[in-house]
């Protein structure tokens, strides 16, 4: 069984994207009463060819690589007690893969942080694939800190968001985000957008055409029951329900334009055991205006 540590872990590479999201995890680390583990990857074993790096110079370049490495760590580590002279820091500089290294980091930690983008041991971090596999395959909580804009300037006002789908996947979500509106003292908008049903049949998509009405008021009593207990536990907060018929992603992706946090499950209703991020979570970690955390069910022993 894997020990959660009292920790939040911050992937760096020096980068603009690298530097927000240590901002972030910082701030976050403080705000929890958590400590902060800053971890760089070298992936030294990169940069040999066939049998080894050929050439007298190599242990130069690893040496280079090396200090590169323990430069970005000490500026991470300058930028995160500025934040807060307090916090407890650690540091690990291990020469190994960005990806599984990560994951591995995972198992021990409250939450995985990582930038938008990368450079050096973390190049095109959050492009494509790369995001979607580190999210999906975490053992914690992730955050994918994304600023307005395709920017590093990360939002620090506005609601925490989240996406209530009605699914036993969104509970876990629906809880880490009622705790992050309380930490911060903010309003929880609980998004919850809904279509009529639809089938693929042999002339492309038809729907099952049912009296809105009769859908709308099921998709009030499944917003209000999923909201209801986590309302209890968190009196403190102000739970702003938006229910309406869309496409969750657009909706959600809307809302991010406003927010400091959107909260998602990693999929949702209709989801498959073991799949990788849901089409709505993968659409918010790409394109989302502000930093994102994808929460995965809890795994079962």
């Given at each position: 069984?894997?020990?959660?540590?009292?920790?939040?872990?911050?992937?760096?590479?020096?980068?603009?994207?690298?530097?927000?999201?240590?901002?972030?995890?910082?701030?976050?680390?403080?705000?929890?009463?958590?400590?902060?583990r800053?971890?760089?990857?070298?992936?030294?074993?990169?940069?040999?060819?066939?049998?080894?790096?050929?050439?007298?110079?190599?242990?130069?370049?690893?040496?280079?690589?090396?200090?590169?490495?323990?430069?970005?760590?000490?500026?991470?580590?300058?930028?995160?007690?500025?934040?807060?002279?307090?916090?407890?820091?650690?540091?690990?500089?291990?020469?190994?893969?960005?990806?599984?290294?990560?994951?591995?980091?995972?198992?021990?930690?409250?939450?995985?942080?990582?930038?938008?983008?990368?450079?050096?041991?973390?190049?095109?971090?959050?492009?494509?694939?790369?995001?979607?596999?580190?999210?999906?395959?975490?053992?914690?909580?992730?955050?994918?800190i994304?600023g307005?804009?395709?920017?590093?300037?990360?939002?620090?006002?506005?609601?925490?968001?989240?996406?209530?789908?009605?699914?036993?996947?969104?509970?876990?979500?629906?809880?880490?985000?009622?705790?992050?509106?309380?930490?911060r003292?903010?309003?929880?908008?609980?998004?919850?957008?809904?279509?009529?049903?639809?089938?693929?049949?042999?002339?492309?998509?038809?729907?099952?055409?049912?009296?809105?009405?009769?859908?709308?008021?099921g998709?009030?009593?499944?917003m209000?029951?999923?909201?209801?207990?986590?309302?209890?536990?968190?009196?403190?907060?102000?739970?702003?329900?938006?229910?309406?018929?869309?496409?969750?992603?657009?909706?959600?992706?809307?809302?991010?334009?406003?927010?400091?946090?959107?909260?998602?499950?990693?999929?949702?209703?209709?989801?498959?055991?073991?799949?990788?991020?849901?089409?709505?979570?993968?659409?918010?970690?790409?394109?989302?205006?502000?930093?994102?955390?994808?929460?995965?069910?809890?795994?079962?022993?």
């Amino acid at each position: 069984m894997n020990t959660i540590d009292p920790r939040i872990t911050v992937g760096v590479d020096g980068s603009a994207g690298s530097t927000a999201a240590l901002a972030w995890a910082a701030k976050t680390a403080s705000l929890r009463h958590l400590q902060l583990r800053i971890v760089h990857g070298l992936q030294l074993t990169s940069l040999y060819y066939g049998g080894g790096l050929p050439g007298a110079g190599a242990g130069a370049l690893f040496d280079a690589i090396q200090a590169d490495g323990e430069r970005i760590i000490a500026d991470a580590r300058g930028l995160a007690t500025s934040i807060d002279k307090d916090l407890v820091i650690t540091t690990e500089l291990p020469n190994a893969p960005h990806v599984p290294m990560l994951i591995d980091e995972s198992r021990h930690a409250r939450m995985l942080v990582v930038g938008r983008s990368g450079a050096g041991g973390f190049t095109g971090m959050l492009v494509g694939a790369t995001a979607a596999t580190v999210a999906s395959h975490a053992h914690s909580p992730v955050a994918l800190i994304r600023g307005r804009e395709d920017t590093s300037m990360v939002p620090d006002s506005g609601p925490v968001v989240v996406g209530v789908d009605g699914s036993a996947n969104s509970e876990p979500a629906l809880g880490v985000a009622f705790e992050e509106a309380s930490l911060r003292g903010v309003p929880l908008v609980a998004v919850h957008a809904w279509n009529d049903v639809t089938y693929e049949d042999t002339h492309g998509t038809a729907r099952i055409l049912t009296q809105p009405e009769t859908l709308e008021e099921g998709e009030q009593r499944l917003m209000a029951e999923r909201l209801a207990g986590w309302r209890e536990k968190y009196p403190d907060v102000e739970v702003r329900p938006l229910l309406v018929r869309d496409r969750p992603r657009h909706m959600l992706l809307e809302a991010s334009e406003t927010a400091q946090l959107v909260v998602v499950g990693s999929h949702g209703r209709g989801g498959f055991t073991g799949m990788l991020l849901g089409s709505t979570s993968q659409a918010l970690v790409q394109h989302a205006r502000c930093p994102v955390l994808v929460v995965r069910p809890e795994r079962k022993a």
